[in-house]
Every structure is written in structure tokens, then in C-alpha cells.
């Protein structure tokens, strides 16, 4: 067990709605990168919060957006949902190191389906 | 583009066999990451070796760098079947950023 919980785990959306998903960051933690990962590939990066700010992003569109509020926490949000949205999504948490770099602490996982 | 590449896509041995797996990437990086992932489930950190390292372990798992080839190896030691899930490399080039290969997928056969 990581410490890093996701919700929900499972739903299902229909294309053109908006999702939410969720995350709580292990204890001690103050980032959070989300990725999104299609089957049967790997992780795809789509940012980070450190500390409430958006700190780098991968090559996802606006309609990704997120949030990290004080305890930490964070947010996943996607707007007009499209079916290649389909995808487990992946929050990690991590304790910034001083190089800017240290393991993550995933949770288990958001799996969308978008029909 | 994924800044990692595992090699193979695919591999399978008995239950006792080691299983190595590669990574190679595209960018100088500040360190490299191994990761497990179980089907359809979170990923697990397995290791982490830095730019200055060239080997690294922990029990049964053997970690080789070589920068000058930008790639890396993953030995897994005495196979179990618990062994079984998909292996990934992260390479961390920015602050905090760590960026995946499409893994390899290890099956132990009993």
C-alpha cells in the first residue's frame, strides 16, 4: 500500500461529458503528477502540482485541467470528453527532492471508460 | 515520443530462470527509475539509480547503467511466479518529471 488513494476506481462517460477524479497524496508528500495510461501502453504524463501550482505539463489539450489544494490533494478535471479518453488514469505523489527529482507513490487507479 | 524504450515487449521463462530486460532513452537524465505494475493496477517502484551510478541492487534485482549508451538493464534473479506483471524504465529529466516507456511484459511459468 502506497498511501495514495484514487477515486472513484471505475465510470463510465459518455463522449462530450466532464469528468472529475480524485486524489489524496501519501502523508509528508507536496507533489502530485497525474498520467494517463492507454492499454497496453505506458504511463503518459499529464502534470504536476507542487504546492498548488501547475509545474510542467506533457502534450495534453486545455480541456485537462487540474488542481492541488492546501492538504495536498488533487484533482483530475476533462472537459468534452472524447472516446480516445478511455484510459486508467494514474495520480502519484512524491516528496520533492532537492535535484527535483524522487520516486512516486502511486495509487491504484482511475479507470474511464468513454462510450 | 516516449523518452524510453523497454526491450523486449514481451518475455516469458520458467519459474527459477533470471529475466533481463532493457531500457534505452533519448536525452541525458538525472536519474532512472524501475517500476512493476500488476495488471491494470498502480505502479510500484522497484528501484531508483542515479546518473553517477553505473549498477545497483536490491535483493533479487540488478540495476546497470550506462550513460554513454543511454540504456539501462533490469536483471531479476531466481524468477518467481509472483514475478509476473509488466516492468517499466522512467527517466527523470526535469524536476520531477518522469517520463515512461511502454514496458515489457514478464510471465513466470511455474
Known amino acids: 500500500e502506497t498511501g495514495v488513494t484514487q477515486s472513484p476506481t471505475h465510470l463510465i462517460k459518455t463522449r462530450g461529458q466532464q469528468v472529475t477524479l480524485r486524489c489524496s497524496s501519501q502523508?509528508?508528500?507536496?507533489?502530485v503528477s497525474w498520467y494517463q495510461q492507454a492499454l497496453g501502453q505506458g504511463p503518459q504524463f499529464i502534470f504536476q502540482?507542487?504546492?498548488?501550482?501547475?509545474?510542467g505539463r506533457g502534450n495534453f489539450p486545455p480541456r485537462f485541467s487540474g488542481l492541488q489544494f492546501p492538504n495536498y490533494s488533487s484533482e483530475l478535471n476533462v472537459n468534452a470528453l472524447e472516446l480516445d479518453d478511455s484510459a486508467l488514469y494514474l495520480c502519484?505523489?512524491?516528496?520533492?527532492?532537492?535535484?527535483?527529482?524522487?520516486?512516486?507513490?502511486f495509487g491504484e487507479g482511475s479507470r474511464l471508460t468513454v462510450l | 515520443s516516449q523518452q524510453g524504450e523497454e526491450d523486449p515487449q514481451a518475455l516469458s521463462i520458467q519459474e527459477g530462470e533470471n529475466a533481463t530486460m532493457n531500457c534505452s532513452y533519448k536525452t541525458s537524465i538525472n536519474n532512472l527509475q524501475w517500476y512493476r505494475q500488476n495488471s491494470g493496477r498502480g505502479l510500484v517502484h522497484l528501484i531508483l539509480?542515479?546518473?553517477?551510478?553505473r549498477e545497483k541492487h536490491s535483493g533479487r534485482l540488478r540495476v546497470t547503467l550506462d550513460t554513454s549508451k543511454k540504456s539501462s538493464s533490469l536483471l531479476i534473479t531466481a524468477s518467481r511466479a509472483a514475478d509476473t506483471a509488466s516492468y517499466f524504465c522512467a527517466t527523470d529529466t526535469n524536476a520531477g518529471k518522469s517520463t515512461f516507456g511502454d514496458g515489457t511484459t514478464l510471465t513466470v511459468k511455474p
Open positions: 539509480i542515479r546518473s553517477n551510478e
Open positions: 502540482y507542487y504546492r498548488e501550482e501547475e509545474n
Open positions: 502523508s509528508g508528500h507536496n507533489t
Open positions: 502519484a505523489s512524491s516528496k520533492r527532492a532537492g535535484d527535483g527529482t524522487g520516486e512516486l507513490f
